[in-house]
C-alpha cells in the first residue's frame, strides 16, 4: 500500500521522441508510446485519486480515494466505466474472496469495511475494523480477513462472512502491506520498525514468530508484498532514503533468511505476481513532475528465476501526467496489467502483453557537485540496456514543502549534465533516467545537491 507524499524534485532526463496523444476512454486498445513493441495500452477515467484495486477476468474494481468513497467498476473487455458503488469514505485497501463472489473495501478514514456482491455489483453488507485501515488479505479459504492500518501497530482478524473481529495481533511497528501463505498457516505482514521486515504470524494462534530484516527504513509509506504461488518466497518491496534505490527484498520462507535484494529504481509504489509466479511487475512513479513525457507511469518488470529487472512498461502518456503509476493488479491469465494513475482526474491503465520491452536498468553510481546556481551531475551507464541508451535525462526539483513542482530538465547522450539556474539558499533532490528504443527504464536518485553554502 502507500501513502500520499509532499515532496518537490530535481531531475534530469534525456527524451529523443514525443509521445503519442493520450488515449481516452472508451476507445479501442492503442499503442501509448512509440518502440514499446508487444504492449498495447488502453486508458480509462476512473474518478479523482484512484488507488488500490482488485481484478477479475472481465472486471477491474478502483477505489477513488475521496470523501465521496466510490468503486468504479471497469468492464475489461469493453474498458468503460459500468457502474459506481458507493462505500465509506477514502477507501484505501480492496481485496476480492478466493472465489470472487465478494469484495472488501477498506475505508481508512471511519475504519468501517464495505461488502460488494460483485454478481451484480451492487452493496452486501458492513462491518467495522476500527483504525484507519489501509492494507487488508484473505484466507484461503475465505474465512478469515485480515486487516492493518497506519493508528494501530496491530493486524485485526476478522471472521468471515459476518466481520466479527476474532483476533487482535500486535505487531512491530505498523504494517501496511499484507500477504497469506497459499496453504493458510503463515500471514506475512510488512512492518518498519526498526528496519524494513516481514513479520511471520501463525495464524492458528495468531502470534508472531519471527521478524526477518530485509533492508533500511525510509519512506516506510510505500511497501508491497506478495508471496509466489509454489509458497517458497516472499518478495518485499520499499523504499530506503534517498539517494539508496527503491528494492525488492526476496525471502526464502523455508528457511526464514533473506535471500537476495533486487534493486529497481527510484519512488516504487506496489508490487504483485503475475500467475505461476514467473514476473513480479512493479510500479515506480518514474522521474515525476517535469520530466520527459511517458517516464512517469513506469512498471518494472522483474524475472523472477534470474532475480532481474527485464524491462519497463510506459503506462502514461502526454494528457495523463498524474502522480505516476501507484497501485496495480494482474489479471488471472496474465496477460493484462492494470495500474491506477492517481490525480484530480484518475485513470486506470492497462497494459495488453505479447512481450516485454527491453528498457534500459536504472542508471549507476549517480553524482552530484554543486556549485552557487548551477550542479554538475555524473553517472554510469545502466547495467542492463546501457549500450542502446538513446538519451539521458536529469531534473533537480527543490526541497521545498509542496506537491507536483516542476524540476529543471537536462537533456543529454552523455554520462554528464550540467544545471543551472538553482536557487544558492536550496538545495536539490536529483533524479536520472535513461532511455532506448524500447522506452523508458527507471530512474535512479542521485545524492541530494546541497545548498552553495554546502558545496
Known sequence: M???????TLVCVAVTTAMATAVLAPVAAAPLAPGQKGVRVTAVRVGPYPGDLAVTSTRAYVATQDTRGEITVVNTRTYSVSRRVPVKPFPRAVTLSPDRSRLYVASASTGWISILDTATN??????????APVASAIS??????????????EVVVHALPNGAIVARIPVPGLADSLAVHPDGTRLFAMVDDPRFGVAVIDTASNVVRTVIDVGPTGQGWQTALAVSPDGRRAYAMANPKPPQPGFVAVVD???????????????LRDAALGPGGTRLYVTAAGSGPGGPAGSNGLVAVVDTATSQVIGTLSMDGAGRRGMGTQELAVSPDGLRVHASLPGPRGWLVTASLASIPATPTMPLSVRSTRSERAAVISWQAPASGGGGVTEYVAIASPIVEGLGEPGVVCR?????CRISGLDPTLGYTILVQARNAAGWGAAAYGPNAGTSEAG
Open 122 to 131: 451492487t452493496g452486501a453488507g458492513q462491518f467495522r475494523s476500527g483504525g
Open 2 to 8: 502507500t501513502r500520499a507524499r509532499m515532496r518537490t
Open 412 to 416: 543529454t547522450v552523455t554520462l554528464t
Open 253 to 267: 520462507l523455508s528457511s526464514g533468511r533473506l535471500a537476495g535484494s533486487i534493486p529497481v529504481g527510484a519512488d
Open 140 to 153: 484461503p479459504d475465505g474465512t478469515r480477513l485480515y486487516v492493518a492500518g497506519w493508528d494501530d501497530s
